[in-house]
């Protein structure tokens, strides 16, 4: 079962703009991840952010984790229409030895 | 770009007909994964593999089979292909590092099904 949930699900901004998607999951974790999949395609690794991390940073990326509330958040810094895409988390903890839980995901359109 | 392939990137087959879905790494990595997407929605693990001559069955049930003959290549099979089967499947793979829990996951393009 799933146990990754974004949210929002959907969101539209425009261009510049900053966005914010969040994840719950439910059970202990090693890591959890966020990967970005463009219409059609697979999905493409963005940032990976360890339990014993609270803030990590990559680019226009900011990933936050709080283990407390079993809950992450991904924001993305001035917006670029290139970043229109469904953004999903994913967790290792109900499984470990690499099997990972994927989130719904968010889907981000990004006017320009 | 991951060096990880699917092929074909689409297909649209009648129903009762049997395929097999390719997927190939060059990275080296021991353990590949397919999962199943349905348009909008998250992914669902339908198998995995850990190394060669291992494979095992996801959380999704299948009626699809897998092999790992060689470590670069991970095909999947439907002997019968049904409607029901119409969705898109994903082929990655990881590389776990000894000492280490980190397990990035690498996709493939992904083959979008479509059984008449």
Redesign the interface.
Same mark, same amino acid.
């Given at each position: $079962?799933?146990q +990754?949930e974004e949210d929002p699900q959907a969101l539209s901004i425009q261009e510049g703009e900053n966005a914010t998607m969040n994840c719950s999951y439910k059970t202990s974790i090693? &890591?959890l991840?966020w990967?970005r999949q463009n219409s059609?395609? +697979? @999905?493409?690794?963005l940032i @990976?952010i360890?339990s014993n991390e609270r803030e990590k940073h990559s680019g226009r990326l900011r990933v936050t984790l709080d283990t407390s509330k079993k809950s992450s958040s991904l924001l993305i810094t001035a917006s670029r229409a290139a970043d229109t895409a $469904?953004y %999903?988390c994913?967790t290792?903890g109900p499984y470990g &030895? &690499?099997? @990972?839980a %994927? +989130?719904? +995901?968010n889907?981000v359109v990004v006017i320009p | 770009e991951a060096d990880i392939y699917q092929t074909p990137r689409y297909l649209v087959i009648g129903t009762g007909k049997k395929i097999t879905l390719e997927c190939s790494q060059t990275m080296g990595h021991d353990k590949m994964y397919w999962y199943q997407q349905d348009p909008g929605m998250e992914l669902h693990l339908i198998h995995y593999s850990y190394g060669v001559n291992s494979t095992e069955k996801g959380d999704l049930s299948s009626e699809s089979t897998v092999s790992r003959i060689r470590t670069e290549h991970f095909p999947l099979t439907l002997e019968s292909a049904r409607p029901s089967h119409t969705s898109q499947y994903l082929c990655a793979s990881s590389d776990l590092g000894r000492g280490s829990s980190y397990n990035e996951q690498f996709f493939g393009p992904g083959t979008r099904l479509t059984v008449l």
């Open positions: $079962s799933q +990754g090693n &890591n991840q990967y059609g395609r +697979g @999905l493409v690794h @990976l360890r $469904s %999903f994913a290792d &030895n &690499n099997r @990972l %994927f +989130g719904k +995901g889907q | -």
